[in-house]
């Protein structure tokens, strides 16, 4: 009893290449992104400014006219993914999992593969499929008569970020479809059985029993999307350019903090400025995170079979 | 044992160093990758043959990483001797910093004229740092089969220009104009500042705006933004989704009759049409008949050295080439539509390139607008000037609210425009 149990090592040991990759690769540079958003370049260099990159963000009218249509740009972004994708990756897990559905496999592959595109790919051909010269897109509309529907999405001020929003939405369904699958298919027979024995079968099955069952995984996709959206960047870069037309329409926080950092064309970078975007990037980004884990994932009850 | 170890190194050194000295190799940095063909099979060489002991290396990287490849191999010290230079702030920094050498006594430099070298300059024109290569000119290519087939042609004036769009587009057979708004920079590049000049009237309206005593708000700045205005109903369908490529196909395929362009096209145009049908030239139409006409000729590429070149004498002797007319003739026949800025007169095979280069006898010659000084701060005047473009085409500000955002961002840095 007397004897002290002896320091566990092994634990120390199997978590240091984790910790150490993590430590050099993420919270370093994490650091030094927020220490960067403190200093500007003024007389004789670098020099220590405090917040006041943060009040020119937020006080300047270009500079904050510039972050908050990137911030409601990017808030309608994820709508349109928890409105769209989210339920339709629901959806399409619910078919999936029905046992008399024929050919699942391949639906369920050819729904996931474009997951697995690199983003180049999926901005370059949707921005081809789209294209008013040489798409596919009027001339199929044309075939079934509704070519008056027809507009150049992706040049319009009023449709160009929707319509970007539902091609990351065509290529990201996957895997709203994928968890929820696994987690429908994790929900043991006995459970529906019984269900079945009192009656609840069907749409009302779905509601009441098998809904409730899949929540903490609605809710982890949700964070993901929100994680993922907030971060994104590849593909209005892709499409749009730098610039995010038309007319900034389309332009995000991810968009908007390549200009600033990296500078465009005659724009020569600005680092400091970078770092303060990304800085409220990651606030904003820390505030979403916080509230779910806080508000809702506590509140979520799990069911243990 | 030591002394041996430090007797082989010396021995080592001294036989290392003078198997370099037998060859001096310069590298040329540069983003023209496309060039990197010519560059060995017809400029090096010439070179090499007329001096050797020199042997040179063109290294391109990427246009769109250039800058900061550059940068970050200028900092390390494994930059190459020779630099391509951006026009303006990008290299002006460089010189600021020492990166790149005064070359302001090269004998060279008496063959250009002021503002073929104002693009690689202090801010005050004494120090000039890099040798002009070449410039590229903004203008109008047109189907000439199809000017033929209608019966039209190019016109002189803004009222006659719009009169030809009208035409064609009552046709129907083609589009009147190729371009689109989608990419920004073509409104800007190829609308705005390829047809301004006319208005501001060149370096005048130019100067007028860096020293103050012009603002973006004044007619002469606002009118091409209103001609830009009328261009949306001669574009093609869907335009707002055009991009660059898509504009360039349109017009190379035979289905658009008018490029606003600039002559760096001529090169790319070419073998693509394959002789489907011909190309023809006109200057931007001009406000009205009998007025003075100005060109963009935009000074674009120019040779540096770096400061910490071991080899400068070697350097300064190719460099002293490339500021030489022959240099000037083999460059501007091996990539047609790069104008020589040698104020020697280069004799050009492509017809297209004399058309185009034929425009500096008559009109005066200017800088686009927006890349001097101007485009020092933020918000950036260059990059302001393509959104208020595209968004002037589209409709979606109209050209007086488009230049009155431009003026604003402009005095919210530069103090010459704050008064």
């Given amino acids: 009893m007397a004897q002290r149990k002896a320091f566990r090592w092994h634990i120390a040991v199997f978590l240091a290449p984790a910790v150490l990759v993590y430590t050099a690769i993420m919270i370093v540079p994490l650091f030094g992104t927020l220490n960067l958003s403190l200093f500007n370049t003024g007389e004789g260099g670098r020099v220590f400014v405090g917040l006041r990159n943060f009040a020119t963000l937020f006080g300047d009218p270009r500079w904050s006219a510039s972050f908050w249509n990137a911030l409601g740009n990017n808030a309608w972004f994820f709508l349109v993914h928890m409105l769209v994708q989210n339920p339709v990756g629901v959806a399409l897990a619910a078919l999936l999992s029905s046992p008399r559905l024929r050919g699942a496999a391949f639906y369920r592959t050819a729904i996931f593969i474009p997951t697995i595109l690199s983003f180049v790919i999926v901005g370059f051909v949707w921005k081809l499929i789209l294209s008013p010269i040489w798409g596919i897109a009027p001339g199929m509309l044309d075939a079934v008569g509704l070519k008056s529907l027809f507009a150049p999405w992706l040049g319009r001020e009023g449709t160009a970020l929707t319509t970007l929003a539902l091609i990351s939405v065509w290529q990201f369904v996957g895997i709203p479809m994928m968890l929820i699958y696994a987690a429908l298919l994790s929900i043991p027979d006995e459970v529906i059985e019984a269900a079945e024995m009192d009656g609840v079968t069907g749409w009302s099955q779905f509601w009441k029993i098998k809904l409730p069952l899949i929540l903490p995984s609605i809710g982890i996709i949700s964070i993901l999307t929100f994680v993922g959206n907030f971060n994104a960047f590849d593909l209005i870069y892709v499409t749009q350019g730098a610039l995010a037309g038309p007319n900034f329409s389309t332009d995000i926080l991810g968009t908007f903090l390549y200009r600033t950092f990296f500078g465009f064309q005659l724009q020569i970078g600005d680092p400091h400025m970078g770092a303060t975007i990304a800085t409220a990037m990651f606030g904003i980004i820390l505030l979403g995170v916080g509230f779910y884990l806080f508000a809702i994932q506590r509140r979520l009850r799990r069911y243990q079979f | ?419």
């Avoid at chain 2, 008496?110 to 290569?133: H, I, L, Y």
């Fill in chain 2, 1 to 419: 044992m030591t002394k041996t170890i430090r007797l082989a190194l010396l021995a080592s050194t001294l036989l290392g160093s003078a198997a370099w000295a037998q060859d001096v190799t310069l590298t040329i940095e540069s983003w023209r990758n496309d060039d990197l063909a010519i560059w060995q099979e017809k400029i090096i060489p010439a070179f090499e043959a007329a001096n050797p002991g020199i042997k040179i290396n063109f290294a391109p990287s990427a246009p769109p990483e250039y800058n900061a490849v550059l940068n970050s191999k200028l900092d390390a010290g494994s930059a190459g001797d020779l630099i391509t230079c951006r026009p303006f702030d990008a290299s002006l920094e460089l010189f600021k910093k020492g990166k790149l050498a005064d070359l302001s006594d090269l004998a060279a430099m008496a063959n250009f004229s002021d503002v073929a070298k104002s693009a690689w300059q202090t801010d005050d024109g004494k120090q000039t740092f890099c040798v002009p290569m070449a410039s590229v000119i903004h203008g109008f290519i047109y189907n000439k089969t199809a000017f033929e087939e209608l019966g039209l042609t190019p016109p002189k004036t803004e009222a006659e220009f719009f009169a030809l769009l009208d035409k064609i587009k009552q046709d129907g057979t083609y589009i009147p104009m190729a371009m689109g708004t989608a990419d920004q920079w073509e409104a800007a590049t190829m609308g705005y500042q390829n047809i301004g000049p006319n208005y501001w009237k060149g370096e005048e309206g130019r100067k007028a705006l860096i020293e103050g005593t012009s603002s973006l708000t004044d007619e002469p700045w606002v009118a091409p933004f209103r001609q830009l205005a009328k261009w949306k109903d001669y574009l093609g369908d869907g335009f707002e989704a055009q991009t660059y490529p898509d504009s360039q196909n349109l017009f190379t395929l035979g289905r658009a009759a008018i490029y606003p362009a600039g002559s760096w096209e001529i090169g790319v145009f070419g073998p693509q049409i394959g002789g489907a049908f011909e190309m023809g030239a006109f200057p931007p139409p001009v406000p009205a008949e009998g007025d003075k006409c100005y060109i963009s000729d935009h000074t674009d590429i120019a040779l540096g050295m770096n400061a910490a070149t071991e080899h400068p004498e070697e350097a300064r002797k190719f460099l002293e080439w490339v500021g030489s007319s022959e240099f000037a003739t083999l460059y501007a026949n091996a990539l047609p539509g790069f104008f020589s800025l040698n104020a020697a007169p280069v004799e050009m095979q492509d017809p297209l390139a004399k058309e185009f280069v034929s425009w500096r006898e008559s009109c005066e010659p200017t800088i686009r607008s927006t890349y001097q000084i101007l485009s020092r701060g933020t918000p950036n005047l260059e990059n302001e000037t393509w959104t208020a473009s595209a968004n002037v085409i589209t409709g979606a500000e109209t050209p007086e609210a488009a230049a009155e955002r431009l003026q604003q961002g402009l005095a919210s840095w530069y103090a010459p425009q704050q008064k």
